[in-house]
């Protein structure tokens, strides 16, 4: 017995030396769903932007005051009356398999979000003709017309630069194994179970990263996630239910963070896409027009949010310089909701809601079924795993979807990929030419001033139309533990791994 004792301690001891401080360098994040395809062409999810942001670094990244600053390109001008972007690229940066980053890469990669079949970047970055590469280090982005959301939507997937070699080599496989140029590298995924990165010991700033490792665990109950987060088996995580959070003030065992978002979230109505889109509620826009009236905006905010989110009705939220002020948010009215159901010939209307099975999104889609209830709907909840309702949303196969998007920086990266006629996210199959058209001038101009009229001209028919209703605009919610240092909240949401550390 004594002798077993002795040889199970040697081997604890051999294993400690082997890996002395394993525990200490590995970060455990917990993420609020499963991400969907690690692919920057391919992606739709805000998890897989999270995890991006330790895989793939892009040509430019937002600071947390919105400003446009540096990554993979260090610095950028504009040429030919703004229809020539030239950015010069980092030197010494590699892929994580060893390639070299350079001007090809950038050429091949923005070629890629064009072209690669199913990409939803295309619409994003339409505006882009050609690409020329003027040196191993510098490429001039050549536009059909002047285009002033480009350089914000490069902040994002559509910003990504892949390995060519691993990405021709890989096809429509890339995703199993990315390959890019941001601080970590990857290792392996189990589907609904975890994601494990490593630190990549040529990255371009190495200097920023701390951990050997992250694990990203994929726990959909903010409830679990947050027991989680207390009992030590996770470092950080996002999306804390408001609730907890304001529980959880006074708590010495977290450390929380909280930072205005750039998206919202509403509720999305198929109108054009299959044989849901016929039923009377995508068919026949009062339907749409009596749901929106009998919503309670505010009392959905108090009720589910805690008065955390920000109540709104267009892309961009109240305060924001693009808001179309001539459509302010409607107040709740159920008898003219009624009266629209009445003249539809549709008093008692039976709609599915799709809802992602994330707790506060199946609490708003509680309230809103009780809320539109008293107007005559009868609204049925199908609540499914995230990544399944988003093949649903992408298939046609929904009546009305509780969705919402992360934001971004510019308006245009809130509306133009999900409005436009022809834009992979437009998952409604919505088509209105008026919205196209205003949407395209809208990227035309520099200043708010001259791009407002155009939103606003686009939200009429939005409004009119109702292909979607926004109902919130997010506030990101984070606990960590104190032992975590080095975290910086962003209003993209996203948990970056640079100067994160354990005290």
Partial sequence: MIKRVMLAAALLMAAAALFPTWAETTLRIGLISDPDMLDPSLARTFTSRTVFAALCDKLVDISPELDIVPQLATDWHWTDDGKGLVMK???????????????AAVKYSIDRHQTFPGSTRRSEINSIKDIEIIDDLTVKLVLWQPSSPLLSLLTDRAGMIVSPKAAEAEGDKFADHPVCAGPYKFVERVAQDRIVVERFADYWNKDAIKFDKIVYLPIPDSTVRLANLLSGGLDIIETVAAADFDRLGTDSRVKLYQSSGLGYQGVRFNTNHGELAKKPLGSDPRLREAFELAIDREALNQVVFNGHVVPGNQFMPPNSPFYAKEFPVPPRNVEKAKQLLAAAAQPHPTVTLLVQ?????????????????EAGFELKLQTVESNTAINMSHDGQFESYLNGWSGRIDPDGNIYNFATCKAPLND???CNPTVDRELDEARIYQTPAERLPHYAKAMAELIKDRPMIFLWHVTWLWAATPKLAGFTPYPDGLIRPQGLRKL
């Fill in 89 to 103: 690229l980092r030197s010494g940066v590699r892929f994580h398999d060893g390639e070299p980053f350079n001007a």
């Fill in 357 to 373: 099975n994330l707790l506060e999104l199946m609490q708003a889609a509680q309230v809103v079924q009780a809320m539109v209830g």
């Fill in 428 to 430: 409604a199959g919505y």
